[in-house]
């Protein structure tokens, strides 16, 4: 065990560093690619159990250099660090030890001299977006990317409705995970253009507070600690619930629902009782400009069945990089606001990030997005079907 460990290669960088990326990984098999390139790939592939008892060992670290290119010109390059928080232990009752692998990688950070630093999945989540939980920051600002996140999910759930002819205004959307910095800053973007929101969440308060905001905005709804009691039946669903793995259950949804599950890990269980419902990942954008690593981890860090697909709030903190502005654009709780998203969504625009395609655990739901292309606009759904032709 000691032996893979020690040979994994460190890799200082020499150069400017524009952003850094903090991540871990959602399944196994993704922790054992990335410790495979690490160990370089003459060696042989560890077996599952090894990799299960050599990941808790891992200190988090530098795996790789990462550039993008703008599609206004310019580039950046910034460095993608893994906390190797072993994706069994999301759980509450490792938060001691994941918020100490948190601070670990921010600290790789900042040494790196990295200008910006985008808080990936539950590393955001374990200091609640409150970035004095971080050591010393020197020059560099954090921010937890959770901004361009919800907008992506908006746009996303938009795009859908329009390309399978649903009416956003006459919809009841369910939020899972409605008190949370994604959950409720998709409620403030999307609650006020459809007809009723039901907002879920444990905290009974939380929700509370959740709805007398939205409620003050004329917003109509209805709020439950059980997916059960709803009343009225969701027919657009957002996930966004931090699951430490994809356990969800959505069995009382509307016949042909929408359901985009935005979680990282994902929320829905593979055993969801989704049938006749559409369902995609949410929050994902893509760079049109281009992307690469260096080594290379192209399908690894990357796991999706089109390129250069990045989450959103890691691509908030590649944006503001190509911007050149670097600040903690995204950081606290529950701050998402409509007119910060819109903001947000220009920087990116401008630097060729965009929505991505359509996909989910099956695969595309689109053709192959040709993002080589000037527009984003240039790519057509193939098979989200329009109401009239489902069965
Ligand atoms: N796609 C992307 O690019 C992207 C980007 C950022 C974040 N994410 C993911 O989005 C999710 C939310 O992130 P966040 O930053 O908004 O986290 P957050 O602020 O910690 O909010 C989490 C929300 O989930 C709720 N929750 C937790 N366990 C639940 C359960 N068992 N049932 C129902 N609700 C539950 C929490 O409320 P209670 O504690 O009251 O239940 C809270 O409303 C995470 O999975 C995160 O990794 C994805």
Redesign the pocket.
């Known amino acids: 065990m000691g032996y893979a460990v020690a040979n994994l290669a460190r890799r200082e960088p020499a150069i400017e560093v524009d952003f850094a990326l903090i991540g871990h990984q959602e399944s196994w098999r993704a922790a054992a690619d990335i410790l495979a390139v690490l160990r370089g790939g003459e060696l042989t592939a560890l077996p599952d159990d090894e990799i299960k008892d050599i990941l808790p060992w891992i200190p988090p670290r530098t795996v790789c250099h990462v550039d993008i290119e703008s599609r206004a010109g310019g580039n950046a390059r910034g460095l993608y660090i893994d906390c190797f928080i072993p994706p069994d232990r999301l759980e509450a009752a490792y938060v001691h030890e994941n918020l100490a692998r948190v601070r670990a990688a921010a600290s790789c950070a900042i040494k790196s001299g990295a200008k910006i630093v985008s808080l990936?999945?539950?590393s955001?989540?374990l200091i609640?977006?409150n970035f004095d939980q971080l050591p010393e920051k020197h020059n560099t600002v954090f921010t937890?990317?959770?901004t361009l996140?919800v907008g992506?999910?908006v746009q996303g759930i938009k795009k859908m409705c329009a390309l399978e002819e649903r009416n956003l205004r006459n919809a009841t959307l369910l939020i899972?995970?409605?008190?949370?910095?994604?959950?409720s800053g998709c409620a403030r973007c999307l609650a006020p253009v459809v007809k009723r929101v039901l907002l879920?969440?444990?905290?009974i308060e939380?929700?509370r507070r959740v709805a007398t905001e939205l409620e003050a905005e004329g917003v109509e709804g209805e709020l439950s600690t059980d997916l059960q009691r709803f009343p009225t039946q969701a027919d657009i669903v957002i996930c966004?619930?931090?699951?430490g793995c994809p356990s969800?259950l959505l069995d009382r949804i509307a016949p042909h629902a929408l359901v985009c599950d935005?979680?990282?890990?994902k929320?829905l269980s593979p055993n969801a009782g989704l049938v006749g419902a559409t369902v995609f990942f949410?929050?994902?954008g893509q760079i049109a400009g281009g992307l690469s690593f260096t080594p290379d981890f192209f399908g690894i860090l990357n796991r999706h069945p089109f390129p250069n697909v990045v989450?959103?709030?890691?691509l908030e903190g590649m944006a503001l990089a190509l911007e050149g502005r670097f600040e903690p654009f995204s950081k606290g709780?529950g701050f998402i606001t409509p007119k910060r998203v819109a903001e947000i969504e220009t920087i990116a625009a401008r630097h060729g990030i965009h929505l991505a395609p359509f996909s989910n655990a099956d695969g595309p739901l689109e053709r192959q997005f040709e993002y080589q292309t000037q527009s984003s606009r240039g790519w057509v759904a193939r098979h989200v079907r329009p109401p009239s032709e489902r069965t």
């Open positions: 990936g999945g539950f955001s989540i609640e977006g937890t990317g959770n996140t992506f999910i899972i995970g409605a008190t949370g910095d994604v959950g879920n969440a444990r905290n939380r929700l966004a619930a931090s699951l969800l935005a979680g990282y890990p929320n949410g929050g994902l989450h959103g709030c890691l709780r």
